[in-house]
């Protein structure tokens, strides 16, 4: 995108907040977590070709990490850190967490690394269950702390208006999702453009030649693993906050497990794997979709019994990982390259 | 002691259907190269027209059409989506069998609503009772099953020209196909293999006695257990799925019995990280080296 074009866009994404209602705010912000997940999955598969189905995983230790380290709760184990602090802390932790995996990780590449990396998410669903007094247990949960920065809260507490609109507990963490996600944003193309992405790519495309021009394999690859491990913890603080709970799955299906992780290389890939922009755009697909479907159900009147919003927008990504391999292995990306191209 | 070796035939049982699935699994990646990600979605399939067929046909009949259909549908898989985009290389390829897979689950599991049928209804629940030790009658006929397929598929491998033509075309696919090896054709038996094999293996897997559980999102997670028997084995080794098939039942059968149930399922997946760390080409499988 041109310079110019990230004016009008970043002033709509601010206005926002100010025109829509919550469960539309509600809605955009689950495509934040998305696209912040997806960019550090599209880090890790596109840019450095190395497939992960980990990705459920280290949101559950991200959204863990930060319950624990801001909480306040008697029976539970809670630190009761300052919520920013917590935060830092959490996206610290998942990208140790990644680091921790670099044994494999960098003893297998590929598809291989694909295939081991679901252990994670199994391991994931045990420890989740286990560590009931980190995770609050499958029952109950455990709320997280509310996100405070510099002593301001992220919730309905206290009246800021704007504009003759009131901000509250929404507004304001839609805000902070968007600094989050343009965060992410900024760094992941500054990795991708200088040395560090380069030798990602070089990895990617041959991991001897890339040895041959002085480039540490396993070194890179444990780094692309910790920073795409960092943005699923980021993610998942994200989730915690939206959900306002932590609550560990009680199967692998849940919101930490094997769809998750599905969903998120879902996005990477429509997006065009390796593609930033892409990723976020993959975000909007698979995550936009099932809320978009979801506020609009009544209205279209074709869910009934089994048909909801989630299995339908399931057959789209679904259906469209399939189009993407076939006919544009550049996904999203590739597409808006060529209208660029059509149009200059 | 007599606990312990219930546990080793539950154990031998429950792994030969995962050695069942493994194989198929490894056929597939010998011939193409491709990990295939919809293996579980293929058991779920053949499942689900067991299920719809034994009410009208009887059991046995709805037992060839869902072994029958299920490597049909992996035939279509490969016919229809995999060999249109020849020259994209494995890892695309891959990743459109998880496209694959997330269709055909949602839409099976969708029919499937809240039932959660059990469909070996030949075998299921009838436990056998052998010298004071209960025994499952469907882990029995599970190895006799597993052992009679894997025999026939390793002397067709080793003796037919079919065997041959696949073996040529994993060692070198562009000599195979100068020798006049018919990649296509190679390519669509080793799915039509593949498939076949998860219909055989779901009708042990939704049954009261391997899961307890009958046909539903959870088959599928049990069916994910082939990849760290395939792994475990070797990718490219057909033996390597039947030893690695074998030691993930065990791995399961024991740490249900010694640790938890809950934790069982993490075990075989931890032991497959063991296995890639110390070997990371599995235990057959070949090691990959590069020449500078």
């Known amino acids: 995108m041109s310079k110019l074009l990230w004016i009008p866009v970043a002033v709509v994404l601010l206005a926002l907040p100010l025109y829509l209602d919550a469960s539309w705010l509600k809605a955009g912000q689950y495509m934040m977590i998305g696209a912040v997940g997806a960019i550090g999955l599209t880090l890790l598969s596109g840019q450095a070709g190395q497939l992960s189905l980990a990705h459920g995983f280290f949101l559950l230790v991200g959204a863990t990490s930060y319950s624990v380290l801001s909480g306040t709760d008697d029976d539970l184990v809670g630190l009761g850190l300052n919520p920013l602090l917590a935060l830092i802390g959490a996206v610290a932790i998942s990208a140790l967490a990644g680091v921790a995996f670099a044994p494999v990780a960098g003893r297998v590449r590929g598809i291989y690394l694909g295939v081991a990396s679901l252990a994670l998410v199994f391991l994931g669903l045990y420890l989740g269950q286990a560590a009931g007094s980190l995770t609050g247990g499958t029952s109950t949960g455990r709320a997280p702390a509310t996100f405070e920065l510099f002593g301001f809260s992220f919730s309905n507490e206290g009246t800021l208006i704007v504009a003759g609109v009131p901000l509250r507990g929404t507004e304001r963490l839609w805000y902070l999702f968007l600094i989050l996600l343009a965060l992410s944003y900024w760094l992941a193309k500054g990795a991708v453009g200088t040395r560090i992405g380069r030798s990602w790519r070089a990895v990617r495309d041959n991991e001897a030649a890339a040895t041959a021009m002085g480039v540490d394999v396993r070194r890179t690859k444990a780094g692309v693993f910790a920073v795409s491990s960092a943005y699923a913890g980021l993610a998942g603080v994200m989730i915690v906050l939206w959900f306002d709970i932590l609550k560990p799955d009680e199967n692998e299906f849940g919101t930490y497990g094997i769809n998750t992780s599905i969903a998120f290389l879902a996005m990477a890939i429509i997006g065009g794997l390796g593609s930033i922009p892409g990723a976020v755009a993959g975000a909007v697909v698979v995550y936009g979709l099932p809320q978009l479907l979801t506020l609009y159900s009544t209205d279209l009147g074709w869910f009934t019994g089994s048909v909801t919003p989630v299995l339908v927008s399931s057959f789209v990504y679904g259906a469209a990982i399939v189009l993407v391999v076939l006919f544009e292995p550049g996904g999203l990306a590739a597409i808006g390259r060529r209208i660029k191209e059509l149009r200059s | ?292």
């Not at chain 2, 598929?153 to 033509?165: E, H, K, N, V």
């Open chain 2, 1 to 292: 002691m007599t606990t312990f070796l219930q546990l080793m035939l539950n154990g031998l049982g429950k792994g030969a259907v995962f050695a069942l699935l493994a194989l198929g699994f490894v056929v597939i990646f010998k011939a193409t190269e491709v990990v295939n990600f919809a293996h579980g979605s293929l058991v779920l399939f053949g499942g689900y027209l067991v299920l719809v067929t034994k009410d009208t046909v009887g059991w046995a009949a709805a037992a060839v059409i869902g072994i029958v259909s299920a490597g049909l549908l992996a035939l279509a898989v490969e016919r229809l989506l995999l060999a249109r985009s020849r020259h994209a290389d494995p890892f695309s390829l891959a990743l459109l069998t998880i496209g694959v897979d997330v269709i055909i689950t949602e839409e099976v599991v969708r029919r499937l609503g809240v039932s959660l049928p059990f469909i070996g209804d030949a075998w299921d629940a009838k436990p056998l009772q052998f010298a004071g030790v209960t025994l499952f009658r469907t882990h029995l006929v599970a190895l006799g099953v597993a052992a009679v397929l894997i025999t026939a598929f390793f002397l067709a491998f080793r003796y037919t020209t079919w065997g041959i033509a696949l073996r040529a075309q994993a060692e070198n696919p562009e000599a195979a196909a100068l020798v006049g090896i018919r990649r296509s054709r190679v390519t669509a038996s080793a799915w039509l293999i593949a498939g076949l094999l998860a219909g055989v293996a779901v009708l042990f897997i939704a049954t009261q006695d391997f899961s307890g559980a009958g046909l539903s999102r959870g088959t599928h997670s049990i069916a994910l257990a082939a990849f760290p028997a395939a792994i475990i084995g070797g990718l490219d080794s057909t033996a390597g799925a039947i030893v690695g098939g074998l030691a993930v039942g065990l791995v399961d059968a024991l740490s249900t019995e010694y640790i938890s149930f809950a934790f069982a399922k993490s075990a075989v997946f931890l032991v497959m990280l063991v296995v890639l760390v110390v070997r990371p080409a599995g235990l057959f499988g070949t090691r990959e080296t590069t020449r500078v």
